[in-house]
């Protein structure tokens, strides 16, 4: 192992006003609360967005006061000093995904109003734009986005701070009707409940014979999904502590946009094009995106499983399955210094260039859970230890997540908490071009590597990306465990791998099987099934100092038996069959493994007792938007990892781009 560096500059954790993640989820986060009547499955009515940051990129509007007070379909009649083209280009077009935005947005909110059964859903904007209701209109009306919403609501207390659509003509009023916005706590959950108990007040059209919003006089809290990039505005400080039950929260990054390094962008589809698939299939069926507290565990069936192969190597995630959220150390991004510091830590083993305090605090950030008696991290330890022993059958365990800080990064990390001498190997895709991707341990030691990544694991917006990474795995062991060259027995049992002999641990239910858009998009006729995986859950809760979060996670983060549930189902995975469509023909059947003469006993004696056993658990597979690793929404992307603008990358009818396929007018 490397000897730890010192340098006159530390890393540190960010004090208490500045709490923040390191990373980001790059693609939105659905979830649903709990709520009574809840296993009724009420449909969603009424689609809320967020306007800054959550429909546009960033927000940028020109300073002219007619755009803030006159309602106006051209840019034109503003006398604006920019072209509007340009002007929709700025705020709603991406550098970071091909094709044109505006018309993905367009597809994405002419479903979301089509409702099942033939009902249509209402879709409204709240925002705390200061340009206010009529300046968020005009905006959507360059870009031709208005006709899919019913009303605009500003959080101001003024008059004619709401727009409202009354047929094809937009008109303003005051919200709530009758009533100072000022009686009502000024935040957004609150607000919706207040719609909630009074939809005439902020829906003037339900006063008309229209029967388009009729439903909405019937409105509960369930019935709404608010979509947003802010995680605060989900969950209410007021006295009444009001709790929006279904949400989307919208991804924060940074990046090089319009020639210039922005901070806090967001978007929805900004970064990932799923988001808009996963918001259409959440407000379809939104019950479908509950993570119940625990682990589960599953085994598929394959050819060959009544023989009941061992498992031989165990596959974790990082973020939210090893750590409850990850962060990572930080320092002055305008300090030379500082910033020669961030890279030590992510390209030396061992660096501890971090302050005792500090290291304290990264540690119960990243690893302590506060919603359980007891150390964590010593319990991760008691179970690791326990399942790469065995019971007469030696594993190994990996680390395989997406981050930008590297492998030796998240190394460090580990053995900030101890935990690092459990693993052999940690493999990190998405890695920064000047960090290594790759760590494994011989004999000597920690030592880096680079990943022998093709180009469908290594492609970022591949989904299934882990179970791609685990098939190449047992397809040439030795090219992602540099250890096997080495003679020895320490290693001997990962020279044969199937997939049956891999179980994957992780928070994202992607992880464990590709879809069939990203086999179609490849041409590829291959599968890539994990026979056998552990489901570890989300959550949303208030976290320590930070207030409310969502996509927590975290093996034991809730719930002891997890520790149990893991030792259990990796010595004995058959007892978790669960029943599955058909059997995975690509996975190599086991029957010509040959097992020590006491395991083939204890196979043939065991088999019947277990058939009972393989009908427990239901097939269930939801489908969650996919991350590129990482965590809270709060957070900062490091400079070194952004993803720089190139030219030819907005949309193709505005002097900011050359995009041939917009079709903006």
Same mark, same amino acid.
């Given at each position: ?69 006159? &309602?106006? $379909? ?6 604006? @000093? ?11 077009? !991406? ?16 479903? #979301? ?52 659509? /009354? ?16 009686? =009502? ?21 339900? /006063? ?15 019935? &709404? %999904? ?51 698939? @996963? ?41 939210? @399955?090893?750590?409850? !959220? ?27 260039? *971090? ?7 990264? =540690? ?13 991290? /010593? ?24 981050? !930008? ?10 053995? #900030? ?8 190997? =940690?493999?990190?895709?998405? $890695? ?164 020590? /003469?006491?395991?083939?006993?204890? %196979? ?10 393989? #009908? ?7 489908? *969650? ?32 781009? !050359? ?7």
């Amino acid at each position: 192992m490397q000897p730890p560096m010192q340098r006159q500059c530390s890393l540190s954790f960010q004090g208490k006003s500045t709490h923040q993640a390191s990373h980001r989820t790059a693609a939105v986060r659905c979830f649903e609360r709990y709520f009574e009547g809840r296993e009724k499955r009420p449909p969603v009515k009424l689609v809320v967005f967020d306007f800054d940051e959550t429909l546009t990129l960033l927000t940028l509007m020109p300073n002219a006061k007619h755009l803030t007070t006159q &309602i106006g $379909a051209s840019g034109a009649n503003f006398r604006l @000093t920019v072209k509007q083209d340009d002007l929709v280009s700025w705020n709603f077009e !991406s550098p970071f995904t091909d094709g044109c935005r505006v018309e993905k947005l367009k597809e994405c909110l002419s479903k #979301l109003r089509s409702g099942g059964n033939g009902e249509q859903r209402t879709l409204s904007i709240l925002t705390k734009n200061e340009g206010g209701a009529i300046a968020c209109l005009n905006l959507l009306i360059m870009a031709g986005l208005d006709k899919y919403f019913s009303a605009i609501w500003s959080m101001e207390a003024k008059d004619s701070n709401a727009c409202y659509k /009354d047929g094809e003509t937009w008109d303003t009023f005051t919200c709530p009707r009758g009533r100072s916005l000022s009686t =009502i706590y000024s935040h957004k959950a609150d607000i919706l409940y207040d719609v909630t108990q009074n939809p005439q007040d902020w829906f003037p059209q339900l /006063d008309g014979d229209s029967q388009d919003l009729q439903g909405l006089l019937e409105l509960r809290p369930e019935h &709404i %999904v608010l979509v947003d990039d802010v995680r605060s505005n989900f969950q209410s400080t007021s006295p009444m502590k009001a709790k929006l039950l279904r949400c989307c929260k919208v991804a924060r990054h940074d990046g090089m946009h319009l020639n210039k390094f922005q901070f806090n962008m967001g978007g929805l589809g900004a970064r990932s094009l799923n988001d808009y698939e @996963t918001l259409e299939e959440f407000v379809n069926a939104p019950w479908k995106f509950r993570d119940e507290l625990g682990v589960r565990c599953s085994e598929l069936p394959f050819d060959g499983d009544n023989l009941h192969p061992p498992v031989k190597l165990v596959m974790f995630g990082y973020g939210e @399955t090893l750590s409850i !959220s990850t962060f990572m150390p930080e320092g002055d991004r305008f300090s030379k210094r500082s910033q020669e510091a961030i890279r030590t830590f992510k390209n030396n083993i061992g660096c501890t260039d *971090i302050g005792p305090e500090d290291m304290k605090q990264l =540690i119960k950030y990243n690893f302590e859970s506060p919603y359980v008696e007891g150390n964590r991290i /010593d319990k991760l330890k008691a179970m690791l230890s326990s399942i790469v022993g065995g019971e007469g059958q030696r594993r190994s365990l990996a680390v395989l997540t997406k981050n !930008s800080y590297g492998a030796v990064a998240l190394l460090n990390m580990l053995m #900030l908490a101890d935990l690092a001498e459990h693993f052999c190997a =940690i493999w990190t895709l998405e $890695a920064g071009p000047d960090v290594p991707n790759g760590v494994y341990k011989d004999a000597e030691g920690w030592k880096t590597f680079a990943l022998p990544v093709t180009g469908s694991a290594g492609d970022e917006s591949h989904k299934g990306y882990k179970a791609t990474v685990l098939q190449e795995v047992q397809q040439n062991p030795g090219a992602w465990f540099p250890q096997l060259k080495a003679s020895g027995v320490e290693w001997a049992h990962l020279q044969e791998l199937n997939l049956y002999n891999c179980v994957l641990v992780d928070d994202e239910n992607e992880s464990f099987r590709r879809t069939k858009a990203s086999l179609e998009q490849e041409g590829s006729c291959q599968t890539s099934k994990v026979p056998r995986y552990i489901k570890v859950a989300h959550f949303e809760d208030e976290y320590r100092d930070l207030g409310f979060c969502v996509h927590l996670g975290g093996i034991g983060a809730k719930s002891d038996k997890d520790y149990e549930l893991l030792r259990d189902f990796v010595e004995a995975p058959w007892n978790s069959r669960r029943l599955d469509v058909g059997r995975d023909s690509s996975i190599r059947s086991a029957d010509s493994y040959t097992y020590p /003469d006491e395991i083939q006993r204890r %196979v043939s004696k065991d088999h019947e007792s277990n058939l009972d056993n393989s #009908l427990r658990s239901e097939a269930r597979v939801s489908q *969650i938007s996919d991350r590129k690793m990482l965590v809270l929404s709060g957070s900062y992307i490091d400079l070194e990892s952004v993803v720089v603008e190139q030219p030819g990358k907005q949309c193709g009818n505005c002097s900011a781009c !050359s995009r041939a396929s917009c079709n903006l007018q």
